[in-house]
Nanobody, 127 residues
Framework: QVQLVESGGGLVQPGESLRLSCAAS????????IGWFRQAPGKEREGVSC????????YDADSVKGRLTISRDNAKNTVYLQMHSLKPEDTAVYYC????????????????????WGQGTQVTVSS
């Protein structure tokens, strides 16, 4: 059974860094693009980044551009989201999702292009 499990969230202060992990099981991660999304309280879910199966293509939302690095280790069945210089507006539940293809469709931010989702991990940025 396909599963995606996010971890690494927590409470951090503004300016700090955090690395989220997305552990995949029940399928061969190497065949799929993976996206990261987030949803802040009272807001719609937002796609923040996508990585193709080889790691050769990524897309970052304008709100996080330059502050995050998405990567993957297919041998470990894990995708990572390294976030730097965190801001209070980055506070959200972060989700990873499996893409329907090996590449990121368009800018990688359309949630209907993803078929399986994790349960999310909370990131809170506050002083």
């Amino acid at each position: 059974q396909v599963q995606l499990v996010e971890s690494g969230g927590g409470l951090v202060q503004p300016g700090e860094s955090l690395r989220l992990s997305c552990a995949a099981s029940g399928f061969t991660l190497a065949y799929y693009a993976i996206g990261w999304f987030r949803q802040a309280p009272g807001k719609e879910r937002e796609g923040v980044s996508c990585i193709s199966r080889t790691g050769g293509t990524t897309y970052d939302a304008d709100s996080v551009k330059g502050r995050l690095t998405i990567s993957r280790d297919n041998a470990k069945n894990t995708v990572y989201l390294q976030m730097h210089s965190l801001k209070p507006e980055d506070t959200a539940v972060y989700y990873c999702a499996r893409g329907g293809h090996y590449y990121c469709v368009g800018d990688g931010r359309a949630d209907y292009e993803y078929d399986y989702w994790g349960q999310g991990t909370q990131v809170t940025v506050s002083s």
